[in-house]
């Protein structure tokens, strides 16, 4: 029987586990051989250009340290916005002003008084202050039209 090797069987050989069989097998068949020693170049390549890929970033990592602010920055920075917050407080602060004298209470109950006696006297009067000139010249033309019907 002339089968050639599977995936598991090529994968055992390339990590140094090939069984008896696999290696019989390679010694006898052309084709296997050849795929064995293409997949061992492409693996060759890989670990080359991953190792290359990794020294750049070991270079790029020791080089490039990144820049740190000192602290004198970091604290002129929070003085800096300390200042600018309570810079307002203290400009515009607000004066207290002393009352005079404690508030009576009768003085604005008497008002209160004072003002529904007005409200009272307004409504209580059959026509409002701001309309009795025109009520002056109605009562007027009523008597004269009630003249005019006596006669």
Same mark, same amino acid.
């Given at each position: 029987?002339?089968?050639?090797?599977s995936s598991?069987?090529?994968?055992?050989v390339l990590s140094?586990?090939a069984s008896q069989?696999?290696k019989?097998? $390679?010694s006898?068949?052309?084709?296997?051989?050849?795929e064995?020693a293409? $997949?061992?170049?492409?693996?060759g +390549?890989f670990?080359?250009?991953?190792s290359a890929v &990794?020294?750049?970033?070991?270079?790029?990592a020791v080089?490039?340290?990144?820049?740190?602010?000192?602290r004198?920055?970091w604290g002129l920075? &929070? &003085?800096?916005l300390f200042m600018?917050?309570?810079a307002p407080?203290?400009?515009?602060?607000?004066?207290?002003?002393p009352?005079?004298?404690?508030?009576t209470q009768?003085a604005?109950?008497?008002?209160?008084?004072?003002l529904?006696?007005?409200?009272?006297?307004?409504?209580?009067?059959?026509v409002?202050?701001? $309309?009795l000139?025109?009520?002056a010249?109605?009562? +007027? &033309?009523?008597?004269?039209t009630?003249?005019?019907?006596?006669?």
């Open positions: 029987m002339n089968t050639h090797l598991e069987q090529f994968d055992g140094g586990q069989d696999a019989l097998h $390679l006898g068949c052309a084709q296997c051989s050849e064995l293409s $997949l061992r170049g492409a693996f +390549n670990r080359e250009a991953a &990794a020294e750049q970033h070991r270079l790029l080089t490039s340290t990144p820049r740190r602010v000192p004198m920055a920075a &929070a &003085a800096a600018s917050i309570a407080f203290t400009v515009h602060r607000r004066v207290a002003v009352i005079e004298g404690p508030v009768n604005v109950t008497m008002s209160d008084e004072a529904l006696d007005n409200v009272q006297n307004d409504l209580s009067s059959s409002p202050e701001s $309309l000139p025109l009520a010249t109605s009562t +007027n &033309a009523t008597d004269v009630t003249s005019k019907e006596s006669q």
